[in-house]
């Protein structure tokens, strides 16, 4: 089992920026690929960005050029800086984990809400 555990995330006006931290612990070591969805209200959820354990990234066409993934192999932790956030980047944040080459991730954090006022 893998347990994922976010922090981060909060209120923050257009323009601005917020940071998210997911912490894994568990059969980590199984899971090459960690990355952050999310569920936009109205929407399924998505892929925002992903970061294998080498430091492929993936990156949501909507939010490139604005967010960055970071990924600590040692800690096993993973990031999202999120820069000149908009309005449609509200939402609640996942942190995943999965094998790369999944169709869908195989383990979920809990969320963390991130709302972005105009």
């Known amino acids: 089992q893998v347990q994922l555990v976010e922090s981060g995330g909060g209120l923050v006006q257009a323009g601005g920026s917020l940071n998210l931290s997911c912490a894994a612990s568990g059969r980590i070591w199984r899971m090459n690929v960690m990355g952050w969805y999310r569920q936009v209200p109205g929407k399924q959820r998505e892929s925002v960005a992903r970061i294998t354990s080498d430091g492929t990234t993936n990156y949501a066409d909507s939010v490139k050029g604005r967010f960055t993934i970071s990924r600590d192999n040692a800690k096993n932790t993973v990031a999202l800086e999120m820069n000149n956030l908009k309005p449609e980047d509200t939402g609640v944040y996942y942190c995943?984990?999965?094998?790369?080459?999944?169709?869908?991730?195989?383990?979920w954090g809990q969320g963390t809400q991130v709302t972005v006022s105009t």
């Open positions: 995943i984990a999965m094998i790369v080459g999944a169709r869908l991730p195989s383990y």
